[in-house]
Structure formats: structure tokens, C-alpha cells
């Protein structure tokens, strides 16, 4: 299980589930500062909670990771191809002020996939 993988390694994927999860549980809530933003893009309503899932299984699959290394490793490519498509909707929206935001979110699935 963890005894094959550093501790940064660790840590590093933790974060980067708890901060998929956490955006994703945040569209289900409906949380202004998360709904509000797609809104603002043009992102359809009908696919909001479709972006939540997908954030909270790559958050479940970072998880799963520790156990199952192939599926950890997935889930980290799943969710930087997510925050990828991200930060192309902000950009094609011309809100480049908030570009930032999604490779906040982006950042730790990458640094996941670093340390694999």
C-alpha cells in the first residue's frame, strides 16, 4: 500500500483528493463561489452535477490509488484533462482574470502523476 510510495507522494496525492472532492461535493452544494463562475462561463446547468461526479471520482480514484497504483495514476490523468477543459472554457469565456483558479486545482493531480 503506502510502503511503495514516499511520503511526498502521499501527501501530495491527499491533497489532491481532498481538493477534487472538495470542488466537486461544492457543485453539488450548489456553492456560490463554484455555481456562480459557471454560470458566468456559459456552462449548461444540465451538466453541473456531471462536472461534480467527475471531480469526486477522481478524488474516490486518488483514493482508490493508494491501494490499486494503475487507478490512482488514472484518476490524476482523468483530473488533469478535466482542469485542462477548465481552464479552456474560462479562456474561451474572456474571463482570463480567473484562469488561475482551475490550475490552482490542477497543480496537485499533476504533481501526482510527477511523483508516480
Do not use: C, D, Q
Amino acid at each position: 500500500m503506502f510502503a511503495e510510495m514516499s511520503t511526498t507522494a502521499v501527501v501530495v496525492t491527499a491533497v489532491a483528493a481532498f481538493m477534487a472532492g472538495f470542488s466537486g461535493v461544492s457543485v453539488f452544494a450548489k456553492a456560490p463561489f463554484v455555481v456562480g463562475p459557471l454560470a458566468e462561463y456559459g456552462v449548461p446547468r444540465s451538466i453541473w452535477n456531471l462536472l461534480g461526479a467527475a471531480k469526486v471520482a477522481g478524488a474516490l480514484g486518488l483514493v482508490v490509488g493508494f491501494y490499486v497504483p494503475v487507478i490512482g495514476t488514472l484518476a490524476a490523468i482523468g483530473l488533469v484533462l478535466y482542469f485542462a477543459g477548465a481552464v479552456i472554457t474560462v479562456i474561451r469565456a474572456g474571463a482570463y482574470g480567473h484562469v488561475a483558479f482551475p490550475l490552482i486545482y490542477m497543480a496537485p493531480a499533476v504533481a501526482v502523476l510527477a511523483l508516480a
